[in-house]
């Protein structure tokens, strides 16, 4: 991928600045400043405008690269859709904390998003794994087939043991039972779906498009850990804002919008009559 | 009845059409466009030099987006041709 031409793009210059600016801010208030309330709160509830840039941008994108008619365009209309949703869960979560003052209102209307993003991510990362040769590799390799079985399921058992083992149902509040499985659960399943569009794409995935795949994985892989921490802190109720999974989340949703603006770069070059190298696998 | 050239410019439009299920139709047609002596208009294609060398160029265009997965879409468009094009008609890279 040419850094020199993603570096003229003003979307990119911007989320760059915006992520800067917060992964500055957190060293600021965990290293330097540990534990000033009104800031960390602020921290916690805007780093998702990282996600909202990220999710605008990508649905012209996807739209470029064939929007619903298209793998690819499907894929990026996905992956959109589920920064946007990221970006409004926090909104949501925003208008709780400053308008009706509750902190953390887990489950709330926000999870509207924050758990619609799940299966949408799926889907993001299904149809990755088509347009990166994963069909192939499924045909060709018996063990590649098992191996794409056997990870969603122990990934589930893993997240399970992690988060539920011990569950205490409260059957008064179904919703609140069904999130507390759907969370893990699904994010289980979509970080499986990540780790096989890698390890399937290994051997047929190559050009140019390649670092731009491998990046929206990396993403997905780090939201699992940023949900898993915050899942896992939650449930302990060690939870505090602008912690771990604040910046993990900010690193991820940086990296799916980088992906996203990598994709939009590759378009346009193309349509502005410049070949693309030929750098197969 | 069919000439040789007509044959790969049907390929071309095969392979191109196949891309755009993944790529989309506008960028399909864009990176077929950009191809070394091939000419793209109004859905369809000429080409100007060596047909086999063109049809190569065309799959290696493609396969410059994701690499070994590209060119096996590639492939199967050309399955969906048959034996219309003989084995020594089609380029090393589509084989």
Redo the contacts between chains.
């Keep these: 991928m040419n850094l020199m031409s993603i570096l003229k793009n003003t979307t990119f210059r911007l989320l760059s600045i915006v992520f800067a600016i917060y992964t500055l801010a957190w060293l600021y208030l965990n290293l330097i400043n540990p534990w000033n309330e009104s800031f960390n709160n602020a921290f916690t509830d805007s780093y998702g405008i990282i996600a909202g840039i990220g999710g605008i941008a990508g649905f012209s994108i996807a739209k470029?690269?064939?929007?619903i008619?298209?793998?690819?365009?499907r894929s990026l209309l996905a992956f959109s859709t589920g920064l946007t949703f990221n970006f409004l869960g926090q909104v949501s979560y925003a208008i709780y904390f400053y308008v009706y003052k509750v902190e953390n209102p887990y489950p709330s209307f926000g999870e509207i998003f924050y758990f619609g993003s799940i299966p949408i991510y799926i889907i993001g990362a299904w149809l990755l794994a088509a347009?990166?040769?994963s069909k192939?590799s499924l045909a060709s390799y018996r063990s590649k087939k098992i191996v794409s079985i056997l990870l969603p399921i122990s990934m589930m058992l893993l997240s399970y043991s992690v988060f539920l083992k011990s569950y205490e149902f409260d059957w008064t509040q179904p919703i609140l039972i069904f999130l507390d499985f759907g969370y893990p659960l699904g994010q289980a399943i979509s970080v499986s779906l990540a780790i096989l569009t890698f390890y399937l794409?290994k051997?047929?995935?190559?050009?140019?498009?390649?670092s731009s795949?491998l990046l929206i994985v990396t993403a997905l892989i780090i939201q699992y850990v940023s949900d898993t921490t915050f899942l896992y802190q939650t449930f302990q109720d060690a939870w505090e804002p602008a912690g771990t999974s604040d910046l993990l989340f900010t690193i991820s949703y940086f990296l799916m919008s980088l992906a996203i603006l990598q994709f939009g770069e590759?378009?346009d070059k193309?349509?502005a009559?410049k070949?693309?190298?030929?750098?197969?696998? | 009845m069919y000439t040789k050239l007509d044959l790969y410019e049907k390929a071309i439009l095969t392979i191109t059409k196949e891309q755009e299920k993944i790529v989309g139709k506008t960028l399909s047609i864009q990176m077929t466009a950009l191809v070394d002596n091939l000419l793209v208009k109004n859905n369809r294609v000429e080409i100007k030099g060596d047909p086999k060398i063109v049809l190569k160029d065309l799959v290696d265009q493609y396969a410059s987006l994701f690499g070994k997965a590209s060119i096996e879409v590639s492939k199967e468009a050309i399955k969906k041709l048959g034996h219309e094009l003989e084995s020594s008609d089609i380029p090393e890279n589509l084989k």
């Design positions: 470029k690269w064939g929007g008619k298209s793998v690819v365009g347009a990166s040769g192939l794409s051997g047929t995935l190559g050009g140019i498009m390649k795949v590759v378009v193309i349509g009559g070949k693309l190298k030929c750098t197969q696998n």
